[in-house]
């Protein structure tokens, strides 16, 4: 089965279940129980770094499927997508937020929802979210689909499952982080729930977010994935 669609879509499967299963509440706590918290820790890394690398290696080998022609309007979306994507993922990384790793340790906080939490409290996620929709449009391959889909389901699955481990770790100390904050970027803002912290967000996080987009086309060289500048070669005069 090596190289073909079967392969790269059991391995997105292993890495995308594997991240739910072994995050799970009953999961976790049987394994930290055997192993102990650092030994849960070690074998999350490890199924997660192999599964992913298994991932890499099928697609690349999946030969060219092409499920739509790459036209203008969807080879141009990864470039309208990622620069907020690339913020959302920066400002994700560098805020201290009740969904991160750890997050919970936040409960009964009186300012727990800050920053880029105003705009919605699990950014990162987000910026999952767009970089995968405009990589599914932009490949418009059945390899795409299924690689980019994945990323897009664990992204929107991690979302509804970090906020119900957080609902039981945190009780009801849970409750005014929900009602103060979002998983829909502004929807809390938009209901009057909450204020944008534009402080809290700083500029920053935008700008590093806008520096990691323009660093895209190297890291994309130096990974050997042509994609990108193979994209800008065809829309620069």
Not at 14 to 35: E, P
Not at 95 to 110: F, H, K, N, Q
């Amino acid at each position: 089965m090596t190289g073909t669609i079967e392969t790269l879509l059991l391995a997105v499967a292993c890495f995308v279940g594997g991240h739910f299963i072994l995050s799970s509440v009953k999961v976790r706590r049987y394994v930290a129980g055997l192993l102990g918290e650092g030994g849960f820790r070690a074998l999350y890394s490890l199924t997660a770094v192999g599964t992913m690398v298994w991932t890499v290696l099928a697609y690349k080998a999946v030969p060219e499927i092409e499920l739509w022609r790459d036209g203008m309007a969807l080879t141009h979306l990864p470039v309208v997508l990622m620069p907020f994507a690339c913020i959302l993922v920066v400002a994700g990384l560098t805020s201290r937020t009740v969904t991160m790793v750890g997050g919970e340790s936040m409960a009964g906080e009186p300012d727990a929802v800050l920053g880029i939490a105003t705009i919605t409290r699990h950014p990162f996620l987000w910026g999952v979210v767009l970089w995968a929709i405009g990589h599914i449009a932009a490949t418009g391959s059945a390899a795409g689909l299924v690689l980019f889909g994945g990323m897009l389901i664990l992204a929107l699955g991690g979302m509804a499952h970090i906020d119900h481990r957080r609902r039981l770790a945190m009780g009801p100390d849970w409750g005014p982080i929900a009602m103060t904050s979002s998983v829909i970027p502004f929807l809390a803002a938009i209901q009057g729930r909450h204020r944008i912290d534009w402080r809290g967000i700083g500029w920053a996080r935008p700008a590093g977010g806008i520096a990691l987009y323009f660093s895209l086309p190297f890291i994309h060289s130096w990974a050997g994935a042509s994609i990108l500048p193979e994209f800008l070669m065809k829309v620069l005069p």
